[in-house]
């Protein structure tokens, strides 16, 4: 939509010299009159009519591509043609009017949208905070113009990454967050309407989703630390009725300073707030940020209230429970880590260093949080971003979406432009998205191919990255090419099979040709046919050339062997996900399950004795405490140990099998997803050499429970007693 079709005669504003500027406008009403308002603030705002928050939503509206900027101050400069799209809110505000006089007010920030502080992406920013909004209700509309009085505020910083400064002493006399009575208030200054698109919101806003009480760790005479139990996001919430106090809060993920490049520490200045306060019985809180961290300090007068954890409302629709505590631990992990990396409907890699949609980390997460969390909406927008940030003329994915510079690799990121539509179809069967999709997945493909050289991708943009795998637990071993061809290999395939879905086959006809070419030529540049390994078997390259279709039953045996032996994980992002599914795949459960469960020191174990809550950037524990990547492995617990699979070519669990894999290592396991057409639960028990499973699916889907050679269909729930290993 355009600005008039979503805005009519409404007006884009600003405060001049203002990063975190204040608005209100007053207006007549009749209490109980029809009212809604289409509002957007950029980049974050807060809402208020009549001295109530309008909505819960925090962190409105989602991040995107906004708008046109100079992509050459990029660290990695792009030549990209993108499109571009603006979220606005839409509320019914009804019960927020009373009769007579009411009061409208608004609270900017930057947000995404003017991110100027952090520079190690390049300059990112869009423009400077303008707020657009229309209240239509029956007695007549109200709309933004330099009739709506603006002010500078009491922010006198703000950003997502080093937190925000208020100074309540600057506080417009008599004003709150209502804006009654606020001297100081100035016309508000017309700008013209940013050049985007323009849209209502319907992915799920952050939310203050629950609370913590903190305890507090030490006393250190001045501040105070306090340890909050896990690593989430959000912020402490403080009080004070002290007037002219400065309130200093810092956040961190570690703080054992005989490790230094373990997790996010405390910085001075970094993710970090500053309350002068003005004595009233307010709580003290950031309004245009979050924090990624286990522990704050604050000064050691100054008692925190709570900790609010924030996040995008994507509620858990799944659990898990096992006597494997190893495994046990990794679903929770996981769930913990990606809601902790869903904010501003993007799946982001960390809360707190770069807080950056990356493709690649999004791509191998997408159908694991999909299959767990209720988020399909989420991702529904999620993909938008990426088809936003897809170049119109060679069709090259950008390693963020929405596009904030960062560097990755062609496939393992720009990927994402065909995982992400394939497995949202998988999971939701929305058939419409995936055609809508198809012509954008054609051209990256092309992309890809116009970054080849016999069959081979050797590169991505000039002077760029391109990355192979990711996070492997010694230096980088796998060419970039190999990686980003065997990707590339699995992304054509999916691509036919989105055709013949789609029933557009006529336009994939030349893939076939390119499978033969890459797939010969990844043999020839990377095959050992005497040992049966790519690239000396190691980190994962067999299993990755194996998820792609090349290989046979000998180099199957060689890759178990390798796996056995070593007992560990070895791998990347990609191989470790690649390498659990192929493993359960060709019915090698023990060997996936042992390298899922085990305590070497490259292992889901070892983050977990070692009080990590949250999964890992690095293996070893280097950088980010709070990375959701490896985590992708996590749907296979379902998918495979507790049996719930779709069969080839289903889509939206209408139909599925239910066939648990029995391991060595854990005798009772219980769990259940929610899908589109209703819950699915499967509980068993291992006694000797029988097993007891209880499996219910909702009356919609189409079960079948399938053990040995016995192919049985129910609905509801149902017991079955199988004898192990036949």
Not at 541 to 552: C, D, P
Request: with cysteine; glycine share 8%; hydrophobic share 35%.
């Amino acid at each position: 939509m355009t600005h008039e079709q979503i805005f009519k005669n409404a007006k884009w504003i600003e405060c001049s010299g203002s990063d975190a500027p204040l608005f209100r406008k007053s207006f007549n009403a009749v209490k109980g009159e029809k009212a809604e308002i289409v509002i957007c603030g950029l980049g974050f705002f807060k809402l208020f009519i009549n001295g109530r928050k309008v909505s819960d939503d925090l962190l409105v509206p989602n991040a995107t591509c906004y708008s046109e900027r100079d992509l050459h101050k990029l660290e990695f400069p792009l030549d990209d043609e993108f499109s571009f799209r603006i979220y606005a809110m839409k509320y019914d505000v009804t019960d927020y009017l009373c009769e007579g006089e009411n009061t409208l007010a608004v609270m900017l920030g930057n947000g995404y949208y003017n991110q100027v502080v952090r520079m190690a992406e390049g300059e990112v920013a869009f423009g400077t905070p303008k707020l657009c909004f229309i209240l239509e209700k029956e007695s007549g509309n109200i709309i933004s113009d330099e009739k709506t009085l603006s002010h500078k505020g009491f922010v006198t910083f703000n950003n997502l990454y080093y937190g925000e400064k208020h100074d309540f002493t600057l506080y417009p006399q008599g004003f709150k967050e209502n804006g009654f009575d606020g001297e100081g208030f100035e016309e508000s200054t017309v700008i013209p309407s940013p050049e985007s698109e323009f849209f209502i919101q319907f992915s799920p806003a952050d939310k203050v989703i629950r609370t913590i009480k903190p305890v507090l760790l030490k006393d250190e005479g001045e501040t105070k630390l306090y340890d909050i139990g896990e690593n989430t996001v959000g912020y402490a919430v403080f009080k004070c009725n002290e007037k002219g106090k400065t309130i200093k809060v810092s956040y961190a993920e570690e703080i054992y300073d005989e490790r230094p490049w373990h997790g996010m520490k405390f910085e001075e200045g970094y993710q970090e707030e500053q309350f002068i306060t003005d004595g009233t019985d307010r709580e003290y809180i950031p309004h245009f940020t979050w924090h990624g961290f286990r522990y704050f300090r604050v000064n050691a007068d100054v008692e925190p209230l709570r900790v609010d954890v924030v996040h995008s409302d994507c509620p858990v629709t799944s659990s898990f429970e096992s006597d494997n505590e190893n495994l046990k631990w990794l679903y929770d992990a996981y769930i913990r880590t990606q809601l902790a990396n869903m904010h501003c409907g993007v799946p982001s890699d960390c809360p707190h260093r770069e807080r950056l949609g990356y493709t690649g980390d999004g791509m191998l997460c997408a159908e694991t949080a999909m299959m767990l969390l209720d988020s399909r909406e989420f991702y529904r927008k999620w993909l938008y971003d990426i088809a936003d940030s897809q170049c119109k003329k060679t069709g090259h994915v950008p390693h963020t979406a929405p596009l904030m510079g960062g560097g990755g690799g062609p496939a393992g990121w720009g990927g994402a432009m065909i995982e992400v539509p394939y497995k949202f179809y998988k999971m939701y069967g929305d058939k419409a998205m995936l055609e809508e999709f198809f012509p954008k997945m054609l051209h990256f493909l092309d992309y890809l191919e116009s970054r080849s050289e016999n069959g081979l991708v050797w590169r991505e943009e000039d002077n760029g990255w391109c990355l192979g795998d990711w996070c492997s637990p010694a230096p980088m071993g796998l060419p970039e090419a190999f990686v980003n061809t065997a990707l590339y290999i699995r992304f054509m395939n999916q691509t036919v099979e989105a055709a013949e879905i789609l029933g557009r086959e006529s336009e994939v006809t030349h893939l076939p040709e390119r499978i033969a070419k890459s797939s010969h030529s990844l043999k020839i540049a990377y095959y050992n046919p005497w040992n049966h390994h790519y690239c000396g078997n190691t980190q994962g390259a067999t299993a990755l050339a194996l998820s792609a279709g090349l290989g046979n039953d000998t180099d199957n045996q060689s890759l178990v062997a390798k796996y056995k032996h070593l007992g560990m994980f070895d791998t990347g992002i990609f191989a470790t996900e690649a390498l659990i599914g192929y493993l359960f795949e060709i019915d090698e459960n023990q060997l996936a399950f042992d390298l899922l469960s085990n305590d070497n020191e490259v292992s889901f174990a070892y983050m977990k004795k070692n009080g990590a809550t949250t999964l890992w950037e690095n293996w070893s524990g280097r950088d980010s405490r709070n990375h959701p990547m490896f985590g992708a492995v996590t749907k296979y617990i379902f998918m495979y140990l507790l049996g719930i699979r779709q069969p080839k070519g289903g889509t939206a669990y209408k139909e599925i099998i239910i066939s648990p894999r029995f391991v060595d290592g854990m005798n009772e396991a219980k769990g259940h997803i929610t899908t589109e057409n209703g819950i699915i639960r499967v509980e068993y028990k291992k006694s000797g050499s029988e097993a007891v499973i209880k499996a219910f699916a909702d009356e919609k889907i189409n079960a079948i429970f399938e053990y040995g050679n016995e192919k049985i269909p129910f609905s509801g729930e149902r017991e079955f007693k199988v004898k192990i290993g036949e």
